[in-house]
């Protein structure tokens, strides 16, 4: 039995000296770093969770879209699902998980809105058919059928033609300013490593532990 488990300290020891010596937000960016060399699709992919009015949770994949150091960013319809929940309690969680890295980082935290130029500044950075689908797509809300949407696409396009499109008053971006990280690793028979970054609000240090798989 001691034998199966031969190379499994070493391998623990490496990998908790490393985390253990690092800054949470330099550790998110060294992480994304490999995942964008190795995940192939969507590196910055993460699922988002919010919870509605009745307390229940909601889950989606987001893309993540700037992260500046001590908070993470992404862009939606704020009369979307998920900005009226995050109207109601804006606080969020979120998981990225790279499958080709055999790693994760869940984050917690308070979320709040981008400023407008910021918002603008990202709007007008995307392709002119993201942006005209942003006025386009009545996010989260009834549709009778498939073509009401490229009827919508249509309309859209018609009214901007070749003139500049601003960004709608309702599409904005948030960000989530954590106040937990999480950074797990997997490793042979399931004894994976979990290394947690918490804090009481951003202005405090974050203290470190470990904890069971």
């Known amino acids: 039995m001691e034998k199966e488990f031969d190379g499994l300290d070493e391998a623990f020891d490496n990998d908790a000296n490393v985390i253990e010596n690092s800054e949470p937000f330099e550790l998110f960016n060294k992480w994304m770093e490999l995942a964008e060399k190795h995940e192939i699709n ?31 960013t992404f862009y939606t319809n704020s009369e979307s699902q998920k900005g009226n929940e995050l109207a109601h309690n804006m606080k969020a969680a979120c998981v990225f998980h790279w499958k080709s890295l055999q ?39 009834p549709i009778s059928h498939r073509n009401e ?53 951003p202005s405090e240090a974050w203290s470190y532990s470990k904890y069971f798989p």
């Not at 308070?110 to 995307?126: G, I, L, Q, T």
């Not at 960000?175 to 950074?183: L, R, S």
């Open 42 to 72: 969507d590196p910055n992919a993460m699922a988002l969770s919010t919870v509605d009015a009745d307390g229940m949770p909601n889950v989606r994949m987001v893309l993540l879209k700037g992260m500046d150091g001590e908070s993470f």
């Open 103 to 141: 790693r994760q980082i869940r984050i917690r935290g308070n979320v709040e809105m981008v400023s407008a130029d910021e918002a603008d500044k990202y709007f007008n950075s995307r392709s002119r058919g993201s942006r005209i689908g942003a006025w386009a797509s009545q996010q989260s809300r």
């Open 149 to 201: 949407l490229k009827m919508a696409v249509v309309k859209e396009a018609a009214r901007f033609n070749i003139g500049k499109i601003d960004r709608p008053d309702y599409w904005n971006g948030y960000k989530i300013t954590p106040t937990y990280m999480e950074f797990w690793m997997d490793k042979p028979f399931r004894l994976h490593d979990r290394a947690i970054f918490k804090r009481q609000s």
